[in-house]
């Protein structure tokens, strides 16, 4: 299986990439991570958050490919415990299709990505920064897949 994180924003800090990058290259081949970053839309002094929204949306449904899974990060989605994560990533090992998981801009996702999503899934009801849900989701996918190894590195 490979796993997208399909993000809004680039230009990432060096130790963001690095954190990213070292969760990703602990996943075997069976549980591919990697990135594909969206440019974000360019922001004048008009603020137009819906007309950057839909831009966004255009680039980040282009980048997924049609047979994917495709998992929306938002707010308003469901919270899951590592162990609900670590379960759901059985269920898309056992449906056999890739996965994208998709970050929205500052202003979050248009509602056609939403649309496009077969899950909500929310990190934390706090509001949390682009670049650490980069980390923690690529820390999450790790531990998950560790669970499903039965490797210690996750202590419940």
Known sequence: MKINLVAVGNKMPTWVTQAFDE?????PRECQLQLLEIAPARRGKNAQPLQWMKEEAERILAAIPDNHRVIAL????????T????QNMQDWLSDGRDVSLIVGGPDGLDPQCLQRADLKWSLSALTLPHPLVRIVL???IYRGWTILQNHP????
Do not use: D, N, P
């Open 83 to 86: 162990e609900t994560l670590s």
């Open 153 to 156: 590195y996750h202590r419940s």
């Open 23 to 27: 969760y990703s290259r602990r996943l």
């Open 74 to 81: 938002e707010v308003t989605g469901k919270s899951w415990s």
């Open 138 to 140: 690529a820390e999450q």
